[in-house]
């Protein structure tokens, strides 16, 4: 009996002792990005720093997609230009969210632009900001991750009901929507001076507007509790003209992997690691 019970108590100990192990901080891993493209027209992907992920730009037609590897510890911007024309030599210019002269990118974005902003690190930090305009309906969506994990971005197209006097027009179309702050640049709009502080600095008529189409984003610069989202161990799948309920896949290591599919899910290590313990344990009874 006696022998029992200590049994019973060193594989209740090893078990927390496991489960605790399995609850501190991972490992720091490079994460997989999925870029795709939902839109009806060529989109050009930006990313800076980019030098590790194609260069920092390509073009993706609609339907298309890229996977890449984002570096450990990578930090930076995703987003999407529009009515491009480059060279060969990768040469040129964009409606809107240009970088420049170049295709692959080197630094900021021309506004105005949707961004997905990224920190990674044992907890990530991402979100879809509006704080430098909108030019493309963008979603930010973590795959078999811990944690929140909760999709970033937009529901709806913001070019569909830009105020007039915010609007980049192009042949007679809406194809961006400049913020207020790019557009008048008070201290009101751009949160700077006796504005620049949280409690000062609060929502506009344009940063409602704003908020309408991308309920999950930065509408202006003190949009933080709402706005920005955490998860841990996550792979992300960014995706133009998409919305926040809509399913999306990708396949890399030869596996399918979309939102919503429990399958997909990457189980807790602990998990397996008590299960473990406790065949160990098992194994060291039935021996004595």
Same mark, same amino acid.
């Given at each position: ?21 399995g609850l501190?901080?991972s490992?720091?891993e490079a994460?997989?990005?999925t ?7 060529? %989109? /050009?992907?930006?990313i ?8 920092g730009?390509?073009a993706?037609?609609?339907?298309? &997609?890229r996977i890449?590897t984002a570096p450990?510890? /990578?930090?930076?911007?995703i987003?999407g230009?529009?009515?491009?024309s480059?060279?060969?030599s990768?040469?040129?210019s ?6 420049? @002269?170049?295709?692959?990118c080197?630094?900021?974005g021309?506004?105005?632009?949707t961004l ?12 879809? @900001?509006l704080v430098y305009?909108?030019?493309l309906p963008? %979603?930010?969506?973590?795959?078999h991750?811990?944690g929140?994990?909760? &999709?970033?971005?937009c529901?709806?197209d913001?070019r ?5 006097e915010?609007?980049?027009? @192009?042949?007679g179309?809406?194809v961006g929507c ?8 008070s ?6 001076? %006796? ?5 000062t600095?609060?929502?506009? @008529? ?7 189409a991308?309920?999950a ?9 709402a706005? *920005?989202?955490?998860c841990?161990?996550?792979?992300y799948?960014v995706t133009f003209? &998409? ?8 396949y ?7 939102t ?5 899910l990457?189980?807790?290590r602990w998990?397996?690691m008590?299960f473990?313990? /406790? *065949?160990?344990?098992?194994v060291?009874?039935f021996r004595?």
């Open positions: 009996m006696e022998s029992a019970l200590q049994f019973v108590h060193a594989l209740l100990t090893a078990t927390v002792m496991f489960a605790l192990a501190a901080p490992h720091v994460r997989i990005f870029i795709v493209n939902d839109c009806k027209e060529t %989109v /050009w992907a930006r800076t720093p980019g030098e590790a992920l194609a260069g730009g390509f993706l037609e609609p339907g298309q &997609s890449l450990t510890g /990578w930090s930076g911007r987003w230009s529009t009515g491009c480059f060279d060969n990768g040469n040129g964009c409606l809107t969210g240009g970088c420049g @002269s170049s295709l692959k080197g630094g900021s021309g506004t105005p632009a997905a902003e990224f920190t990674l690190g044992a907890l990530d930090f991402y979100d879809v @900001s305009g909108f030019n963008m %979603v930010v969506t973590p795959v991750g811990r929140n994990c909760s &999709s970033a971005g529901d709806g913001l569909d009901t830009c105020p007039s915010l609007a980049v027009k @192009s042949g179309q809406t400049r913020s207020a702050c790019d557009v008048f640049g201290e009101q709009y751009c949160c700077t001076g %006796v504005h620049g502080n949280s409690l600095c609060q929502p506009t @008529s344009y940063s409602k507007k704003f908020k309408e991308c309920p984003a930065y509408s202006y610069a003190y949009d933080d509790p706005s *920005i989202f955490t841990a161990d996550a792979d799948i003209c &998409s919305k926040r309920g809509r399913i999306v896949c990708t890399y290591n030869n596996k399918l992997t979309c919503g599919d429990s399958r997909s990457r189980p807790p998990t397996a008590i473990f313990a /406790w *065949i160990a344990l098992w060291a009874f004595t």
